[in-house]
């Protein structure tokens, strides 16, 4: 059922119910006042047609000028205890009451409903009121009809039973129509998102002008759009860039195999091609378990082996695997590292972020380098320090994204990934990474994990 039928089904539903309660109400009350404007006019009739009432022959006499005001509608009748009639407006002397009825009039005042009386198909209702007369005991009795009060009523019902399907019909349209008008915001949002493809970037939902709810799914759907624009580029952009980077090694060894399909070559030659062969080969595995290792981390499913780990072993362990390289370049490395404690990690994921922060500050750095941690109340920092003039600082943003380098024309082996790798294992861990500059002018590149 479309939602705007379901919305009129309700409108009509509840207004269903409200236009029977008001229907209701309205009704009892109304019959509540008939009767009662019936009842008091039964009262004053009554206490006049007492008042009139004597000894004298002259009272009868003036109770049937009474009674004449109304001749057809109502009557008058005065009775004795015993049941006889000493006056009445009624013709051929009928008797209203039974005499049990008459009885309990003389103590009492008494209504009757539903008296039927002589040439009349109408009901009547009949106040009795105890008198006083020379003789004894009498009862005034006066009836007035019930048509006009069950007329009124009648019409009323009438009018209920008629003009509240109406009102229900005309209520149902205008929630019908209400409702398509509340929903056009989301048929345009419908109409926009079916256009929208992966090639029509930029194109965003239409906003609806109200600041209500459609407006904020509005919203929400195009911050959507947004992550899965950038997401989509990035992965693009990755994919180029992958293509790129695996483009060089695969023409060096194409190069180097055509090489020797051309010329023979000896052995030398052979073995010096074969050499360079695999040293591309151990480039496209490093490049292929770098990937990987990005992969996962765009999936959040970067997998963490957790231990109890001194964090100053494994900086140590970084250290004595550069130990050599650094002196061959004719750097120191030295470690600074205090009291930081047991700390829960992957020692192999820090590992090899340690170790690719300290490759990239001995590739692209300058003078000693320092390894070291140390904590805060929150926080163990990792880091790596040495003496070169750091990143430019349009670079900064940029120094963790995958495949970004500080010069764009260089052209040596590297691929762009050792710190995106590093950001990714920072991550994973529910951390960071950081550049900084200390007072001395040193550069400073640290992993924040939270213990």
Same mark, same amino acid.
């Given at each position: 059922?479309?939602?705007?039928?379901?919305?009129?089904?309700?409108?009509?539903?509840?207004?269903?119910?409200?236009?029977?309660?008001?229907?209701?109400?309205?009704?009892?009350?109304?019959?509540?006042?008939?009767?009662?404007?019936?009842?008091?006019?039964?009262?004053?009739?009554?206490?006049?047609?007492?008042?009139?009432?004597?000894?004298?022959?002259?009272?009868?006499?003036?109770?049937?000028?009474?009674?004449?005001?109304?001749?057809?509608?109502?009557?008058?009748?005065?009775?004795?205890?015993?049941?006889?009639?000493?006056?009445?407006?009624?013709?051929?002397?009928?008797?209203?009451?039974?005499?049990?009825?008459?009885?309990?009039?003389?103590?009492?005042?008494?209504?009757?409903?539903?008296?039927?009386?002589?040439?009349?198909?109408?009901?009547?209702?009949?106040?009795?009121?105890?008198?006083?007369?020379?003789?004894?005991?009498?009862?005034?009795?006066?009836?007035?009809?019930?048509?006009?009060?069950?007329?009124?009523?009648?019409?009323?019902?009438?009018?209920?039973?008629?003009?509240?399907?109406?009102?229900?019909?005309?209520?149902?349209?205008?929630?019908?129509?209400?409702?398509?008008?509340?929903?056009?915001?989301?048929?345009?949002?419908?109409?926009?998102?079916?256009?929208?493809?992966?090639?029509?970037?930029?194109?965003?939902?239409?906003?609806?002008?109200?600041?209500?709810?459609?407006?904020?799914?509005? /919203?929400?759907?195009?911050?959507?759009?947004?992550?899965?624009?950038?997401?989509?580029?990035?992965?693009?952009?990755?994919?180029? /860039?992958?293509?790129?980077?695996?483009?060089?090694?695969?023409?060096?060894?194409?190069?180097?195999?055509?090489?020797?399909?051309?010329?023979?070559?000896?052995?030398?030659?052979?073995?010096?091609?074969?050499?360079?062969?695999?040293?591309?080969? /151990?480039?496209?595995?490093?490049?292929?378990?770098?990937?990987?290792?990005?992969?996962?981390?765009?999936?959040?499913?970067?997998?963490?082996?957790?231990?109890?780990?001194?964090?100053?072993?494994?900086?140590?362990?970084?250290?004595?695997?550069?130990?050599?390289?650094?002196?061959?370049?004719?750097?120191?490395?030295?470690?600074?590292?205090?009291?930081?404690?047991?700390?829960?990690?992957?020692?192999?994921?820090?590992?090899?972020?340690?170790?690719?922060?300290?490759?990239?500050?001995?590739?692209?750095?300058?003078?000693?380098?320092?390894?070291?941690?140390?904590?805060?109340?929150?926080?163990?920092?990792?880091?790596?320090?040495?003496?070169?003039?750091?990143?430019?600082?349009?670079?900064?943003?940029?120094?963790?994204?995958?495949?970004?380098?500080?010069?764009?024309?260089?052209?040596?082996?590297?691929?762009?990934?050792?710190?995106?790798?590093?950001?990714?294992?920072?991550?994973?861990?529910?951390?960071?990474?950081?550049?900084?500059?200390?007072?001395?002018?040193?550069?400073?590149?640290?992993?924040?994990?939270?213990?």
């Amino acid at each position: 059922m479309p939602i705007r039928l379901r919305l009129a089904a309700g409108f009509a539903a509840g207004l269903a119910v409200v236009l029977a309660l008001a229907g209701g109400f309205v009704y009892v009350e109304v019959a509540r006042n008939l009767s009662e404007a019936l009842d008091a006019n039964l009262a004053a009739r009554a206490d006049d047609a007492r008042a009139l009432v004597d000894s004298s022959s002259q009272g009868d006499a003036r109770l049937k000028e009474l009674g004449s005001e109304n001749e057809g509608e109502a009557f008058i009748q005065v009775m004795r205890a015993d049941g006889s009639i000493v006056g009445s407006t009624l013709p051929g002397g009928y008797e209203v009451l039974s005499r049990d009825q008459i009885a309990e009039a003389t103590r009492e005042d008494s209504t009757v409903d539903g008296v039927q009386i002589p040439e009349s198909d109408d009901d009547y209702r009949v106040l009795a009121i105890p008198t006083e007369r020379d003789n004894g005991p009498a009862v005034v009795v006066v009836g007035a009809t019930t048509a006009d009060m069950e007329e009124t009523l009648s019409g009323l019902r009438r009018t209920l039973a008629l003009g509240a399907p109406l009102c229900l019909l005309l209520a149902s349209l205008i929630g019908y129509v209400l409702g398509s008008r509340a929903l056009r915001p989301v048929e345009a949002i419908r109409l926009r998102a079916r256009e929208i493809t992966l090639e029509s970037a930029g194109e965003r939902l239409p906003r609806p002008a109200a600041d209500d709810e459609l407006r904020r799914l509005a /919203d929400t759907l195009n911050e959507m759009l947004d992550r899965v624009e950038t997401a989509l580029r990035r992965e693009r952009t990755f994919v180029s /860039d992958a293509s790129h980077e695996l483009r060089t090694p695969l023409a060096i060894l194409k190069s180097e195999i055509e090489l020797i399909q051309r010329t023979g070559g000896s052995k030398a030659d052979l073995q010096s091609a074969l050499d360079s062969a695999a040293e591309e080969i /151990d480039h496209l595995v490093l490049l292929a378990e770098n990937l990987l290792v990005i992969a996962r981390a765009d999936r959040g499913s970067l997998p963490l082996r957790m231990e109890e780990v001194a964090p100053e072993s494994v900086i140590q362990r970084v250290a004595s695997r550069f130990e050599r390289l650094v002196a061959d370049a004719g750097r120191t490395l030295s470690l600074e590292v205090g009291a930081v404690g047991i700390h829960r990690l992957d020692p192999l994921r820090i590992d090899q972020a340690m170790a690719n922060l300290t490759e990239n500050a001995l590739t692209h750095g300058r003078g000693d380098i320092t390894l070291g941690a140390r904590t805060t109340e929150q926080t163990l920092e990792l880091f790596v320090r040495d003496q070169g003039p750091g990143f430019p600082a349009d670079f900064r943003r940029h120094a963790f994204e995958r495949f970004s380098r500080a010069d764009p024309g260089r052209t040596d082996a590297g691929t762009g990934l050792g710190l995106a790798i590093v950001r990714a294992i920072a991550d994973a861990h529910g951390g960071r990474v950081g550049i900084d500059h200390t007072a001395s002018g040193d550069t400073e590149v640290s992993l924040f994990i939270p213990i």
